[in-house]
């Protein structure tokens, strides 16, 4: 499912990005531009990096 509409990034490509090493929101953030527009998906890429990062 889309997370951030504004860039395209689905949660997928956000739980691909924290296998590959990113551990914040601020680097989820540079790797695809999760955040870095309107804003309303920073909570839930949040969440999504958390779960992920409890999986891992
Ligand atoms: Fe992600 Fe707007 S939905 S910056």
């Known amino acids: 499912m889309y997370v951030c509409l504004c860039h395209a990034v689905t949660d997928t490509q956000i739980k691909e990005a924290v296998s590959q090493g990113d551990i914040s929101l601020a ?3 540079k790797r695809l531009g999760v955040g870095s527009q309107c804003g309303k ?3 839930m890429a949040s969440q999504i990096i958390q ?3 409890d999986i891992e």
């Open 41 to 43: 998906c920073t909570r």
């Open 27 to 29: 680097d989820v953030k």
């Open 51 to 53: 779960r992920q990062l």
